[in-house]
C-alpha cells in the first residue's frame, strides 16, 4: 500500500505550479519515485483554481442527502469514497477510470490486476471496493455498468436498465457494508457506454425508493 501525504499550498505557489506543475512531477517520479498529484491546479488556466459548482441539493427522507455537482471528480475532496465507471476486466485505460487510474497513481491499476488474477473478470452490474492511491478519499469503488450501442434505441435502454439498476443496488451494498459516509457518483454508463444521462441519474433514485434505503449518507452525483 502506497504511503501518501498532504501539502496545503498557498495562492502563490498554485500560480507558480499551474506553469510547471508537469516539470515537477515528471522530476519527482524519474528521481525519486514518487507520484505527486496537484488537486485543483489547472496547468492550462496558468494555476487558476478550478471552483466546484453544486447545481442541485435535496434531503431526502431517511437522512439520505444528495447533492449533483459539476467538478473534476479526480479532485473532489471532502467524500469517503468516488464511484469508478470501469469494464469488467478493469482495465483502466480510457474515459473516466484512465482519469482516476492516472490521479490516483499506479496502485489502482496494480491492485485492479491483482483483483482480477485471483478472482476473474467482473460481470456487469458488480462492484468492488479498493484502495484508492493518492485520490482524496479512503475508498473507490468499481463498478461495471451496462454498454449500450451509439445513439441507442427504447430497445438498448429497456434491455440495460436491470443491469444498471443491479449496478446500482451492488454500489449502494458496498457503501453500506464498508461504513461509507459519503460517496462521489458519476452517471455509470452514461459516458462511453452510451446510457442516456438523465435515465441514468434517475435510476438511482427509483433504487433508493425501491430499497426504501435508509442509511445516513451524502451522495455527491456528478454531471459530465
Not at 496545503?8 to 515537477?24: F, N
Not at 444528495?66 to 467538478?71: E, I, K, L, Y
Not at 471528480?73 to 470501469?86: M, Q, Y
Not at 454498454?147 to 429497456?158: E, F, G, I, R, T
Request: aromatic letters at 8%; charged letters at 20%.
Amino acid at each position: 500500500m502506497a504511503k501518501s501525504e498532504n501539502f496545503p499550498l498557498e495562492e502563490e505557489m498554485v500560480s507558480i505550479l499551474g506553469q510547471c506543475g508537469s516539470a515537477l512531477t515528471y522530476a519527482l517520479q524519474s528521481k525519486f519515485g514518487c507520484t505527486a498529484v496537484l488537486h485543483g491546479v489547472d496547468a492550462a488556466s496558468a494555476g487558476q483554481s478550478k471552483k466546484p459548482e453544486i447545481r442541485f441539493c435535496t434531503l431526502l427522507s431517511k437522512g439520505l442527502k444528495v447533492s449533483v455537482w459539476r467538478d473534476d471528480l479526480t479532485t473532489h475532496c471532502g467524500v469517503d469514497a468516488v464511484v469508478n465507471a470501469a469494464n469488467e476486466y478493469l482495465k483502466h485505460g480510457a474515459g473516466l477510470a484512465k482519469a482516476l487510474s492516472d490521479a490516483g497513481g499506479p496502485d489502482i491499476q496494480r491492485e485492479s490486476d491483482q483483483y482480477i488474477k485471483a478472482n476473474g473478470r467482473l460481470l456487469t452490474g458488480d462492484a468492488i471496493v479498493a484502495p484508492p492511491g493518492y485520490l482524496p478519499c479512503r475508498k473507490i469503488i468499481h463498478v461495471v455498468g451496462p454498454s449500450l450501442p451509439y445513439n441507442p434505441q427504447k430497445y438498448d435502454v429497456d434491455i440495460a436498465t436491470p443491469k444498471l439498476e443491479k449496478a446500482v443496488r451492488n454500489i449502494l451494498e458496498e457503501i453500506k457494508k464498508h461504513h461509507l459516509k459519503s460517496v462521489a457518483i458519476p452517471a455509470i454508463s452514461s459516458g462511453l457506454f452510451n446510457f442516456p444521462l438523465p435515465l441514468s441519474f434517475g435510476t438511482y433514485f427509483q433504487i433508493y425508493e425501491k430499497l426504501n434505503y435508509k442509511q445516513h449518507c451524502e451522495h455527491n452525483f456528478f454531471q459530465p
